[in-house]
DNA sequence: GGATATTGTTGTTACTAACAACATAAATCA
DNA sequence: TGATTTATGTTGTTAGTAACAACAATATCC
C-alpha cells in the first residue's frame, strides 16, 4: 500500500524531531549535573536493574564492554559507582552504586520527570495514553527487526 | 495531579526506549552507506531545505558553526556536497548537493522508510495517525520549552 | 573611515563508541 | 589431570559527535 509508505515516512519524520530535542534537552539537563548523558545512562540502568556485572551492564544498555568499561571508571573516579570482585568469579566484578550515586540519579531523573511533565499539561490524558501504548509497540517492533 | 507525573514517567521512560533502538538501527544503516548519521542528517536539511548557508545549515540542525562547517567539509571530501562562494556576500558560502549526493540520500532515505514500514505493517493506520499527531506535539512542545 | 557585527575556519577539549589485542580466570574435554 | 577453549574485563587505537574560544575576512552602521 502506498498509504502505508507514506505514513511510515511520516512516523520517521516525526520519530527523528522527537529524538532531536530530547537529545537537546537531555545533554543540557544532565550535563549540569557533573555527569555526561551516557554516564547517566549506567546510573539509571543500575538503579532499575540492581547490581550488575560489567558484561550485563553493557548488554543491558546495548553497549560494547569496553566502552561500558570507560563509563563506569568516570563514574567510580567521580565516587558514584562501586567496583567489587565477585567471589564466585575471580574474573567478574560487581557494578552498583555508591549512596551519592544514588542520590545524584534521584536529583536528575526528578528533574527530567519535571520538564516531561510541564511538555504534556496541556496534552489531554486519553491522549498520552494511547501515545505511551504506541511508542511502546514502535520500540518492540523496532527491537525485533534488530533481532534483539 | 499525581496522574500526570506518572504519565510523565512512563512517557519518558517509552520516549527514551524508543530513542535508543532507533539510534542504534540508524548507526547501522547509515553507516553502511559510507556517512556517518551527522553527515546524513546534513544531507537530509541539504534536501529539504535547498542551498543554504553554512550558518543556516548549523541553525537548521541545531549545531554548532563549527561542528557544521566539518561535517560538510567530509561531505565535500567524499563528493557529496558543494560548496560555492555568495557574490553578494564573501563571507558566506553556499551549500548545495551533488547529483552523487542528492542519490546517496535518496537511496538512505529509502532503505530507512522502508524499514520503518515494516516496523508498523502490523499496526492499525489509525493508530498511527494518533502517534503520528503526538509525536508532533510533543516535539512542538519540546521546543517550546527549549526557548525555540 | 573606524567601530561593530557577521560568517566561516581552525585549535582545543571532552564525550560517545566500536574493534582488536591482551591478561586472567573458568570451563570443557580428552 | 592437563591442555584447549571460552568468558570477563582492561587497555590501545581509531573515528565520530559536538561545544567553546580565538581568529581572519568581510559587511554594516554611525
Redesign the pocket.
Known amino acids: 500500500m502506498d498509504s502505508k509508505l507514506k505514513r511510515a515516512e511520516a512516523l520517521y519524520e516525526a520519530v527523528n524531531q522527537l529524538i532531536r530535542v530530547h ?2 534537552r537531555d ?1 543540557e539537563s ?2 549540569s549535573h557533573n ?7 549506567a546510573l539509571e540502568t543500575l538503579v532499575k536493574r540492581g547490581p550488575l ?6 548488554e543491558e ?14 563514574l567510580l573516579r567521580k565516587g558514584y559507582a562501586l ?1 567489587t570482585l ?1 567471589p ?8 552498583s552504586l555508591t549512596p551519592a550515586g544514588q542520590e545524584l540519579y534521584a536529583t536528575i531523573h526528578k528533574s527530567l520527570i519535571a520538564e516531561e511533565a510541564s511538555m504534556i499539561s496541556d496534552i489531554p490524558d486519553e491522549v498520552v495514553d494511547a501515545a505511551l501504548a504506541l511508542l511502546g509497540k514502535l520500540t518492540v517492533a523496532a527491537r525485533v527487526r534488530l533481532g534483539n
Request: proline share 0%; glycine share 0%.
Open positions: 537529545q537537546f545533554r544532565i550535563c555527569v555526561s548523558v551516557a554516564q547517566c545512562y556485572r560489567l558484561k550485563d551492564l553493557a544498555m546495548c553497549l560494547d564492554k569496553s566502552t561500558t568499561s570507560r563509563v563506569i571508571d568516570s567496583k565477585d564466585l568469579d575471580q574474573r567478574a566484578v560487581q557494578l
